[in-house]
């Protein structure tokens, strides 16, 4: 009786432990809450060119991460890429005219939309379209344009 | 021709092996609804193939995270990006250091017991008189070790990646010096509950797999100290090959 009481000690013991470790896992270490994502509202926003950007990828204002990127599709009647985010609930007083551009996080860091405020009075709904966006910058065009101004200049002389 | 026919005969005993394991495979599967109802059996294996298993598993994680927290300071301080040093320890010891090295540990502690135990059953003849008696050693036997592996696996690899986390940070931001900060900030963003369910599921998968191999091979040991003796060994190296093998895939699904 008593051996069998210690054996359920330890068993006890190192399952907890082991679940504590777990949920230490899920909670502490990795970022997405449960239920964030979930819930919230969806917006759209169009961009000639989306570059990095991933699904799952930080919406954020002012640097504060305010929902995820839910979808990049190619819309064929535009001919741009369609990029649809979902914003959590508790941030629902984004103004209509905000806008949203593609950022790169760091200098080696990934791609996120960054929405910034507008001035309307209504506020964006389930649903609704970002009509101000900024493309994200492809590092070749910068160079290409950078090059050719350089080329220029130096035709003039 | 000599050669032609030896190959020919250790090709079918591979084949044959391969059934007898899956056969085997079923027949355990199939004995679980049957072993439930005593669930003390089950709790008693958890505790030898899990608790048991406890400081080799927190020792190893240990070692294993500050070697990471050395070599990925090493390395990443070579592109200037020291601070992914949280990030990267955390997402290679949950997804594959954790369940992979805890695996093989577990089939050296735990597979070898089991491998050895069933065997000197065999050897002794204890399955035999259990069955005289009318005791399906599948279910008093065999199935409980089954399911304590499975169990145990996966809490186990838990506690092996989140020590491992701990000595990572101990050699990174204590001794090498990064920042607390963007340790964990950078890791909390980077890492998402679904790393964290893939190498739970890896562990899963590796714990029965591990317990399976060993549990096969000492309830089919030769009955002689020798045979036990072989079959000890033949679980570690089968074991070891099969949680690498498996891990590529199971890594090519889930990526």
């Known amino acids: ?157 | 021709m000599r050669l032609a026919t030896d190959l020919f005969a250790s090709a079918q005993a591979t084949v044959r092996a391969v059934g007898a394991y899956a056969l085997f495979a079923l027949r355990v599967l199939a004995a679980v609804p049957g072993a439930l109802p005593r669930p003390g059996l089950v709790i008693a294996q958890v505790y030898n193939t899990g608790a048991l298993s406890l400081v080799i598993i927190m020792l190893s994680g240990l070692f294993v995270g500050m070697v990471l927290g050395l070599q990925g300071f090493d390395l990443l301080q070579r592109f200037g990006s020291e601070e992914s040093l949280g990030t990267a320890a955390a997402l290679s010891l949950l997804k594959e250091l954790g369940p992979v090295v805890t695996a093989l540990l577990f089939a050296g502690r735990a597979g070898t017991a089991l491998a050895a135990e069933i065997g000197l059953m065999r050897a002794t003849d204890q399955l035999a008189a259990m069955e005289m008696m009318a005791v399906d050693p599948l279910r008093r036997v065999i199935v409980p070790r089954f399911l304590g592996g499975l169990i145990a696996m996966p809490l186990l690899a838990a506690i092996f990646s989140l020590i491992g986390i701990f000595g990572a940070q101990l050699i990174g931001v204590q001794l090498m010096g990064v920042d607390p900060g963007h340790f964990w900030s950078q890791m909390r963003a980077a890492v998402e509950v679904g790393d964290v369910m893939e190498g739970a599921i890896k562990s899963a998968v590796f714990g029965a797999l591990c317990s399976l191999i060993a549990v096969h091979e000492g309830y089919h040991a030769l009955p002689t100290a020798e045979g036990v003796g072989r079959a000890t060994t033949r679980s570690v190296v089968i074991s070891s090959v099969i949680v690498l093998l498996v891990d590529y895939l199971l890594t090519a699904v889930m990526l």
């Not at chain 1, 899920?26 to 809450?33: A, F, L």
């Not at chain 1, 994502?37 to 640097?63: C, N």
């Open chain 1, 1 to 157: 009786m008593r051996q069998t009481r210690a054996i359920e000690l330890g068993t006890g013991l190192f399952v907890l432990l082991g679940f504590a470790a777990l949920f230490f896992l899920v909670t502490q270490i990795s970022s997405r809450q449960f239920g964030f994502g979930a819930e919230g509202y969806r917006v759209s926003a169009t961009f000639d060119q989306v570059g990095g950007l991933k699904v799952g990828a930080p919406v954020s204002m002012a640097g504060v991460t305010v929902g995820r990127v839910e979808g990049i599709e190619y819309d064929f009647d535009r001919y741009q890429a369609r990029v649809t985010l979902r914003i959590d609930r508790r941030y629902d007083r984004i103004p209509e005219d905000s806008d949203a551009g593609i950022y790169t996080a760091g200098l080696l860091g990934g791609q996120y939309v960054g929405i910034g405020p507008g001035g309307s009075d209504t506020y964006l709904v389930d649903g609704a379209e970002l009509q101000f966006t900024q493309s994200a910058v492809v590092l070749e065009n910068l160079i290409s344009k950078f090059l050719f101004s350089k080329a220029a200049e130096e035709g003039k002389e």
